[in-house]
């Protein structure tokens, strides 16, 4: 492994013995809250001794469980690491049941009784996790019907979702290939052939793709129906408000400021659909299929393999351009051999960002192949590694941010080495065509495609509440929701109806719409690097105090207190979108030079 795992743990005995230590203390520690009566005056001083307990043991828990992520990733051969993996995984369940003590510790207390916990000194600083807690409290039914919705679930909801997954890696398609080949493949590898740049090649995947999702779609309707069933039933015992209440505590914004997100990119999607039409323009073309919409733009020669080491030097030189802090933090990271690059078998695929509360240290996994979007996918990393530095310090229960403003770090940090890239004049004008095309295309997936399933979604789950949805309704509001967001430039009978069925994140039984939050952590990681383009570096210490505010609030809130933005107005995200303009002004000025003019 190229990367030092050493102030982690000397041995993989040292972490055992450790993570044994934490097992029994977390046991101890859910025996004798589970006897604590509820939040009172008298259970007080309890209560707040075991909130530090409990930010002790997840502390302890993100040390462990970074250092197996780390292991299982690089070396995914080794069984003990997978069997690690299995015993980390029990031990963050019990983590949660943990959590769950303070759910119920909170639930139902009167308004006296919680401030005056609250404003404990030592609670104070945790007042957000507090409140989290006791939203969740007001959120759930008595402990004992959830028990029950627990245990039902894994032969109901669970159970549907599990057969989903099932039937979906078993399924085949048959793909004929232009040149007369047949093959029988699985569905899983249809995605990849259809970022093809060959179009005969998408539309036969395509198809064949949609013929075995028609021969299950009665099962895969079934299993919608009743995933989505469950979900409105215990909603309403739950007194969630709307089908998409739990998700947006999940990523911790308002639902102003999902609406107001939304009728932005419902008003600015065209600069999205005018990115397609530049798209189906390089093709020859006047509209384009949904199957087109991942296709890359096919641009000039091949480029030449960045080296490792001048990758660092890119990412290294654009950060310190915004931020000596920022810099010297991605400097430091290198020089302590806190990233695992280097392409090697039994390496799983994918990048991410550990860090440890313990050590507060970072480390970054991936696998470098040379690639601009290699070094891009090295920026975004770093990005998420720095949030992790600017918490330092920070109580374990005030650094739990959400989802949508985790990527707001990482993506600013792919926009810097762009921006940084730019100003260099290091790149030539395909290595140039070829990065706006690839933030373009991400454009395309979060204004178009991911609007796409929220809106089919939310037509799906209304339509739920009255009874069973038939099929061909459920595919119907799937065309419908795709011409209305697309636009023109879906060709006539471009639409897919049968995405639903493909897309597993439909199906997924812990949480529903998941969706909005790429397009939340990407238009708002937008906003901020225009902020940054107008203030200059004087912004970076307004973004550091963003960062380390994420843990603490609903994202409007961290955005007003700490930038001075209102995300709940509909202005906010029109100005992330229209940021979108030179660079597709860019891209179509270099198109005549760099673009393949392909089938
Ligand atoms: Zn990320």
Redesign the pocket.
């Given at each position: 492994m190229d990367w030092d795992l050493t102030s982690y743990f000397n041995d993989f005995a040292a972490y055992e013995s450790f993570l044994g230590e934490l097992e029994v203390d977390c046991r101890r520690l859910l025996t004798s809250l589970s006897s604590v009566p509820p939040l009172s005056p008298v259970t007080e001083a309890t209560w707040a001794g075991a909130i530090d307990h409990y930010e002790n043991t997840l502390a302890r828990f993100s040390h462990a469980s970074s250092y197996v992520g780390c292991l299982a990733s690089a070396e995914a051969q080794v069984d003990r690491h997978q069997q690690a993996e299995a015993r980390i995984a029990r031990a963050g369940a019990e983590l949660s049941k943990l959590s769950l003590e303070f759910v119920r510790a909170l639930r139902g207390v009167d308004d006296a009784t919680f401030e005056s916990f609250a404003s404990r000194p030592a609670v104070l600083s945790a007042r957000p996790a507090l409140e989290r807690w006791r939203r969740e409290g007001a959120h759930t039914m008595s402990s004992e019907l959830e028990a029950l919705a627990a245990d039902l679930g894994n032969d109901g909801v669970h159970a549907w979702g599990r057969l989903y997954n099932r039937l979906s890696s078993d399924l085949t398609f048959t793909m004929a290939w232009p040149d007369g080949r047949r093959d029988v493949l699985p569905v899983s590898q249809r995605r990849s052939i259809m970022a093809s740049p060959d179009r005969a090649v998408r539309l036969a995947a395509f198809r064949g793709g949609n013929e075995a999702w028609a021969r299950t779609s009665d099962v895969c309707g079934a299993a919608l129906n009743h995933i989505a069933g469950t979900r409105l039933t215990l909603d309403a015992r739950r007194k969630r408000p709307s089908a998409v209440h739990a998700a947006l505590e999940q990523a911790a914004i308002s639902e102003a400021t999902l609406d107001a997100m939304m009728a932005a990119v419902a008003g600015g999607a065209s600069v999205a659909r005018k990115v397609l039409s530049l798209k189906a323009k390089a093709m020859g073309r006047t509209s384009l299929a949904w199957c087109d919409l991942e296709a890359p733009f096919e641009i000039g020669t091949p480029e030449a393999p960045i080296p490792w080491d001048e990758a660092c030097a890119r990412v290294s030189r654009s950060f310190h351009r915004a931020s000596p802090e920022l810099g010297g933090y991605f400097d430091h990271t290198v020089a302590r051999r806190w990233i695992d690059f280097a392409p090697r078998a039994g390496k799983r695929p994918g990048?991410?960002?550990t860090s440890s509360e313990v050590t507060d240290e970072t480390r970054i996994y991936m696998t470098y192949q040379g690639t601009a979007g290699d070094v891009s996918t090295l920026a975004?990393?770093a990005?998420?590694a720095f949030h992790a530095e600017a918490m330092r310090g920070i109580r374990p229960l005030a650094r739990q941010y959400p989802m949508t403003l985790?990527?707001s770090?990482?993506?600013f940090g792919e926009l810097l080495l762009a921006d940084g890239l730019r100003k260099e004049g290091i790149i030539d004008d395909a290595g140039r065509a070829r990065m706006l095309g690839d933030g373009l295309g991400d454009a395309v997936a979060f204004l178009l495609d991911i609007p796409v399933r929220f809106l089919f979604e939310r037509a799906f789950y209304e339509e739920r509440r009255k009874g069973e949805v038939p099929v061909a309704r459920i595919s119907e509001l799937m065309s419908t929701a795709q011409r209305r967001v697309v636009g023109t430039v879906l060709e006539e009978g471009g639409d897919d109806p049968l995405f639903w069925a493909s897309k597993l994140h439909f199906f997924l039984t812990d949480i529903s719409f998941y969706n909005f939050p790429y397009t939340f952590?990407f238009l708002l990681s937008r906003a901020l690097f225009q902020r940054y383009q107008e203030e200059g570096p004087s912004f970076m210490p307004k973004w550091v105090a963003f960062l380390r505010e994420t843990g603490n609030a609903e994202a409007h809130v961290v955005a007003a207190t700490t930038l001075g933005e209102n995300l709940e107005s509909e202005a906010f995200w029109r100005r992330a979108i229209e940021s979108l303009e030179p660079d597709l002004a860019e891209l179509e000025a270099l198109a005549p030079k760099v673009f393949h003019t392909s089938k």
């Open positions: 990048a991410f960002c975004h990393e990005g998420h985790a990527e770090a990482s993506t952590g």
